[in-house]
């Protein structure tokens, strides 16, 4: 079973930062690649970062050169930066893994944690 666990999102002013963080528990092989979503209240969910195993990075439009997400073995962060009121959302960690049994891989989500940006 895999467990993910995020953390360090709250309350912060326009301008400011926060580092969210997502740990990886369990049982698997690998894992591949990592990312962070956000969903704001009546919206979809979308992508807001995603890094691969060799570190090669993806961010949406709305965040480019304010956020910066990085890993090491089995966590990934989210160094927010600039936040804007647009920025709240719940952000979600994403996390593909390959299976112990090395014959598959499956994407894993968090449960999300909460970023409110007031004006």
């Known amino acids: 079973q895999v467990r993910l666990v995020e953390s360090g999102g709250g309350l912060v002013q326009a301008g400011g930062s926060l580092r969210l963080s997502c740990a990886v528990s369990g049982s698997f092989f690998s894992i591949n690649a990592m990312g962070w979503y956000r969903q704001a209240p009546g919206k979809e969910r979308e992508l807001v970062a995603t890094i691969t195993g060799d570190g090669t990075t993806n961010y949406a439009d709305a965040v480019k050169d304010r956020f910066t997400i990085s890993r090491d073995r089995s966590t990934v962060y989210l160094q927010m930066t600039g936040l804007k009121p647009e920025d709240t959302a719940v952000y979600y960690c994403?996390?593909?893994?390959?299976?112990?049994?090395?014959?598959?891989?499956?994407?894993?989500w968090g449960k999300g944690t909460l970023v409110t940006v007031s004006s």
């Open positions: 994403n996390v593909n893994l390959r299976d112990v049994s090395r014959l598959y891989d499956m994407d894993n």
